[in-house]
C-alpha cells in the first residue's frame, strides 16, 4: 500500500521534512568562522580579558557606530541591558510612566520596571504586531516619559511618525532592535530614527556572542549617561575617580566584544540571505485562503518569518502550530503564551519584595490590548527563519505549510 502524500504526518502520513532545517541553536544556523575563534585566541593570549583596559570592545563600538552611521555606540552584556541602559538615560521619576507594546520579549519592559517606572501597554496593528502611532497617542499622559518601540520579527514598526509624535509630546523615543539589524526605514536603518536604538548579541539573533548588547545614539549626553550607567557611574572620561550616580556593571567583556566585531562584517549578508529566503516563501505562499504573509517593501529583515492566519478560514491556530511540527517545520502558535502583562511579574506585580512598587495602582486586565491578545491566541504563526537555509529548505517549509493548509483550511465551513 503506497503513502497518501496528503496525509498529515500528525495523522500517521509522511513528514514533508525529516532532516532538521538550519537552526539556531547549533552551528548549522550560525556563522561563525575561523574569524571568531582567531579573535577569542587572540583576546585570551593577549592577557586582557576586560574591556575596561582592552581594545576589542572600544573597537566594536566604534565600527558597530560606523556601520549605522550613528555618532556613538555604548557596548553592554545583553540586549535587555541595552534597554535598561536607554531607560536610565531619560531617568525618569519613580512612577513616570513608558509606552510599550505588548508582543516581545520581556527584556523590553523589565528595565522600564527597574528603573521604578510604570509600563503602559499600547495595542499594536493587526497586520504587523508593532505599535501604531494611533495606540500610542492614545496611551500618553502627563506622566509619559518615553515610548520604548520593538520592530517585531524585523518589520520596521512606524517610527518616523512615532518620532513626530514623541517631539509634539516632549518625550524620548527608545527603539527596540533586538530583532531588527540593518531593517529599512526610509534611507536609514532601524534604530537611527529614535533617541536611542538597542540591539541585542543574544543567541538567536542575527548576530551573536552568546550574550551582549550595543545602544546607539547620536546624542553625547545620552552616551555618557548611558555609558556611566553601564560602569557603577564611575566617570573615566575624567580625572575624578567617585560614583556619580546608582548605576550598575554591565560591562561587555573583550571575549565577547571580540566575537562580536568578528560577526558584524557577516551581518549585511546574513540580512541578505534571510531576505532572499523570505521572498521565495512569499512569492509561494501568496495565494492561500485565509494566510497573510509578512508585508515587505524591501525592508523587513526577518529574525522569524510570521503568517497571520484567519482562523475563520485557514483553521485553528495551535493545530496549524502541532500540524507544522510534526511535518519537520517547528512552529510557534501566537509567538508567546499570552500578552507581555499577563505575566505573573505584571499582572500579580511580583517587583520588589511585597509592596508590588511601583504598580500598585495599575491593573493588567484581560482584554487590555484586545489586537496583540487576538494575534497571540489566535492568528499569529511563526515560522522559524534562517540565513543559512537552501532554496530547498524554503521548499520544504512551503510545502508543508501548503500540505496543512490543504487540510485545516479544507475542514472550515
Ligand atoms: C531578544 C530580545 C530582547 C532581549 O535581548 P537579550 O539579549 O536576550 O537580553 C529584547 N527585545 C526583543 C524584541 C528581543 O527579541
Not at 171 to 183: N, R, T, V
Request: with cysteine.
Amino acid at each position: 500500500m503506497s503513502i497518501d502524500p496528503a496525509r498529515l504526518a500528525r495523522d500517521g502520513g509522511a513528514a514533508v521534512r525529516t532532516a532538521p532545517l538550519p537552526s539556531v541553536m547549533d552551528s548549522s544556523g550560525r556563522r561563525f568562522g575561523d574569524e571568531e575563534v582567531k579573535a577569542v585566541e587572540g583576546v585570551l593570549r593577549s592577557g586582557m580579558l576586560s574591556s575596561t583596559w582592552g581594545t576589542e570592545v572600544p573597537a566594536l563600538e566604534h565600527e558597530f557606530a560606523a556601520l549605522l552611521g550613528a555618532n556613538h555606540a555604548v557596548a553592554c552584556s545583553s540586549g535587555t541591558a541595552a534597554l535598561h541602559l536607554a531607560v536610565a538615560a531619560v531617568d525618569p521619576e519613580p512612577g513616570d510612566e513608558i509606552i510599550t507594546t505588548p508582543i516581545s520579549d520581556m527584556g523590553t519592559v523589565i528595565p522600564i520596571l527597574m528603573q521604578n517606572a510604570v509600563p503602559v501597554f499600547a495595542d499594536v496593528d493587526q497586520e504587523t504586531g508593532n505599535l501604531s502611532p494611533a495606540t500610542v497617542a492614545a496611551a500618553i499622559t502627563p506622566r509619559t516619559r518615553a515610548v520604548i518601540v520593538v520592530h517585531l520579527f524585523g518589520k520596521p514598526a512606524p517610527v518616523r511618525e512615532l518620532r513626530e509624535l514623541c517631539d509634539r509630546n516632549g518625550l524620548m523615543l527608545i527603539e527596540d532592535c533586538a530583532q531588527a539589524y540593518l531593517a529599512r526605514v526610509g534611507d536609514t536603518v532601524a534604530g537611527r530614527i529614535g533617541h536611542i536604538g538597542c540591539f541585542s548579541l543574544q543567541q538567536t539573533k542575527h548576530i551573536s556572542a552568546g550574550d551582549g548588547g550595543l545602544a546607539v545614539t547620536d546624542d553625547a549626553a545620552l552616551a555618557r549617561r548611558m555609558r556611566l550607567f553601564s560602569d557603577k557611574g564611575w566617570p573615566r572620561d575624567t580625572t575624578e575617580r567617585t560614583y556619580l550616580f546608582l548605576a550598575v556593571n554591565y560591562r561587555m567583556s573583550e571575549l565577547v566584544g571580540a566575537v562580536a566585531r568578528a560577526q558584524l562584517p557577516r551581518l549585511p549578508g546574513v540580512v541578505a540571505d534571510r531576505r532572499t529566503a523570505a521572498a521565495r516563501a512569499t512569492a509561494a505562499l501568496s495565494d492561500l485562503a485565509g494566510v497573510t504573509v509578512p508585508p515587505d517593501v524591501g525592508d523587513h529583515v526577518y529574525w522569524q518569518y510570521p503568517l497571520i492566519l484567519d482562523p475563520d478560514v485557514a483553521g485553528d491556530l495551535q493545530e496549524w502550530a502541532a500540524a507544522l511540527t510534526a511535518e519537520g517545520i517547528p512552529a510557534n502558535g501566537g509567538y508567546l503564551t499570552g500578552a507581555l502583562y499577563s505575566a505573573p511579574v505584571l499582572r500579580d506585580k511580583v517587583t520588589y519584595g511585597r509592596s508590588g512598587y511601583p504598580l500598585e495602582d495599575v491593573e493588567y486586565p484581560v482584554g487590555l490590548c484586545p489586537t496583540a491578545e487576538d494575534l497571540i491566541n489566535r492568528r499569529l504563526l511563526v515560522l522559524p527563519w534562517n540565513e543559512n537555509y537552501t532554496a530547498d529548505d524554503v521548499d520544504d517549509v512551503v510545502a508543508a505549510v501548503r500540505k496543512v493548509h490543504a487540510v485545516l483550511a479544507g475542514v472550515q465551513g
